[in-house]
């Protein structure tokens, strides 16, 4: 392989004009064995081109039994992560390294485990979006599609710590009467939407239904016809006898509801301190085709997990897939 720079978290090299980059990827694709999976967060173009689009729990699954010999990732590292530790043997790439997330960010493996020393006899719910650090000391694993059913498979007397959403987290608190300790992270996208531009458009929209993200604040969640993770929007969006939807999510999802929903309208909830008619996560835009084409023709960045840190975290993660599996999720 010839040597690349990646100082910069991605392959920093240039493109010839003249290359068909769709082209191109689909080429590589068959002949390197390799399958992209996508978020629904992603941009247009690369969901379009993904073998699998889905959410965490999907990609997550879809990993899990993928016979590929490369992964490639589009979406931010937690999942890069995650897939690497479900696939050890497999090589797992991501169009850019710097593709974060201020969930994961808000809780380091270092302070998680002092507040486990803190409250002894507590068991630890972590979000999926976290690092393999976080999940090493976690009990089960949880994704915003699963986590009401896992919470509700412990003893209601269980003693349970969540992070590091808090909104999610008390969302599953108020759903299921438990008392949880909630750490306190958030996503910055979904933190951003505006109870008042959403009254303002359902004003506009009175037939409109509004969808939220559990991630989203109580406030927004009190408005919502339907909360839900983005394949549970997505499936009530098609299944729905409503035409207009007000969507508070990242906006990424409205590709697939656009294309599964031709017939019907979806306007996306607008940030709070913001002129712009969407709310797009800053980390899941770090990917684009340009840097997809790079990682596959290079064959970098590659994901890589410490292999103390990745024994024990499929643990939890595994957990969670026997679990959603047994439940039909």
Known sequence: MIAVDISRGYVDAPIDEKVDIVAEIKRMKEEKNAVILAHYYQESAIQEIADFVGDSLALAQWAAKCDADILVVCGVHFMGETAKILCPYKKVL????????????????????AFKLQHPGYKVISYVNTSAAVKAHTDMVVTSTNA???VESFPADEKLIFGPDRNLGG???SITGRNM????????????????????????YPDAEVL?????????????????????????????DC???IVATESGI??????????????PAPPADSTCACNECNYMRMNTMRKLYNTLKYELPEVTVDKEIAAKAIVPIERMLDISAKLGL
């Not at 505006?194 to 506009?204: G, M, N």
């Open 171 to 173: 969302y599953i608190n």
């Open 181 to 204: 300790l909630l750490w306190n992270g958030a996503c910055h996208v979904h933190e951003q939407f505006s109870v008042e531009k959403i009254v303002e458009l359902k004003k506009q």
């Open 243 to 245: 035409k207009q939807f």
């Open 254 to 267: 409205l590709h697939e509801m656009r294309k599964n929903c031709t017939e019907k309208t979806f306007i």
């Open 212 to 240: 939220a993200h559990p991630e989203c604040k109580s406030t927004i969640l009190a408005l919502a016809d339907k909360v839900g993770s983005t394949a549970a929007l997505l499936k009530h969006a098609i299944n729905s």
């Open 148 to 150: 009401r059913q896992i």
């Open 94 to 113: 991501i169009p850019d390294l710097n593709a974060g997330c201020s969930l994961a960010d808000s809780c380091k493996a270092e302070d998680l485990a």
